[in-house]
């Protein structure tokens, strides 16, 4: 079974910090950009952040630079996305996926690049 597993949110505080951690299991993340992905209600899921498999290129979203860092640990077979200084509007769940295509630094911000596992998201709440 290929999964996903994202594990870390909860309920924070406004200028609080989580970290998310994206689990791997059934398949090994080495050759795999993963991004993340966070969905409000009512709203489209945007990309936050990814990783290439290289761990040599990454993106943010602008509304999150300075604030999240995405950082992978292969021999964990483990993503992680260190957020910072949270704000209200960082709520989301949030998801994390794996491209299936894609060289060493391919590092996709759009749904589009990651047609492979996707995880079942973990719920960050910021708020007061």
């Known amino acids: 079974q290929l999964q996903l597993v994202e594990s870390g949110g909860g309920l924070v505080q406004p200028g609080g910090s989580l970290r998310l951690s994206c689990a791997a299991s059934?398949?090994?993340?080495?050759?795999?950009?993963i991004g993340w992905f966070r969905q409000a209600p009512g709203k489209e899921r945007e990309g936050v952040s990814c990783?290439?498999?290289?761990?040599?290129?990454?993106n943010y979203a602008d509304s999150v630079k300075g604030r999240f860092t995405i950082s992978r640990d292969n021999a964990k077979n483990t993503v992680y996305l260190q957020m910072n200084s949270l704000k209200p509007e960082d709520t989301a769940v949030y998801y994390c996926?794996?491209?299936?295509?894609?060289?060493?630094?391919?590092?996709?911000?759009?749904?589009?690049?990651?047609?492979?596992?996707w995880g079942q998201g973990t719920l960050v709440t910021v708020s007061s």
């Open positions: 059934g398949f090994t993340l080495d050759y795999n950009a």
């Open positions: 990783i290439s498999s290289s761990g040599g290129t990454t």
């Open positions: 996926a794996a491209s299936v295509v894609g060289g060493s630094t391919w590092c996709p911000m759009h749904r589009g690049g990651y047609l492979g596992v």
